[in-house]
């Protein structure tokens, strides 16, 4: 991700997030990347969105980091928990204000009437923490993906492609070369 945000890649961090429903539909949506360490990898969401109640049924997901300039891809696999609430709280106030209003004002998943309907409740919200901070909503926070495995690909001529998959085995990982 360091080579994709140092080649001017716009939105770098942006990954597709997999997750499947309690019947076992898949779903996809695009998230941001917001943290990578030896815990694993962070973004934050809605709690209530639709994503948030598949998380909830079922803790795992799968990432797709991809950088079409670079012709590289990133996958991940594995578990995920919410994240310390001092962790989404300390974010949360990173935010751009009318990030953090939007995080109060959008049932997020949810139908609306109407994009006025919507607008007039960020109005709302806007009154409501005119002049002060916007405390981090208790249904807002960050999820971790614990990774337990991770492949890596590099587009070649010829579609001869590199891929390298990475898998937990016991406390350590085990690399095996893929076939492209």
């Known amino acids: 991700m360091n080579e994709a945000i140092a080649a001017g890649v716009l939105e770098a961090n942006a990954m597709t997030l997999a997750t499947a429903s309690p019947d076992g539909a898949p779903h996809a949506r695009i998230v941001l ?4 360490d030896a815990r694993g990898l962070t973004f934050f969401t809605n709690y209530e969105s639709a994503k948030g109640h598949e998380l909830a049924a079922n803790p795992r997901a799968a990432l797709l980091l991809f950088w079409h300039e670079l012709q590289r891809q990133a996958r991940v696999e594995g578990t995920l928990a919410p994240v310390a609430r ?13 990030s953090q209003l939007g995080a109060w004002a959008s049932s997020q998943s949810a139908p609306v009437a109407s994009r006025a309907a919507l607008d007039a409740q960020l109005a709302e919200v806007e009154a409501r923490f005119a002049g002060r901070d916007v405390p981090c909503p208790p249904h807002w926070g960050g999820y971790r993906v614990a990774p337990h495995a991770v492949e890596l690909w590099q587009g070649r001529e010829n579609r001869m492609h590199d891929r390298l998959r990475y898998a937990k085995d016991g406390g350590g990982w085990k690399l095996e070369r893929l076939a492209p």
């Not at 990347?33 to 990578?36: E, P, Q, R, T």
């Not at 001092?86 to 009318?98: D, K, N, Q, T, V």
């Open 86 to 98: 001092e962790e989404s709280e300390a974010y949360f106030a990173l935010r751009p204000r009318g």
């Open 33 to 36: 990347l917001k943290g990578v």
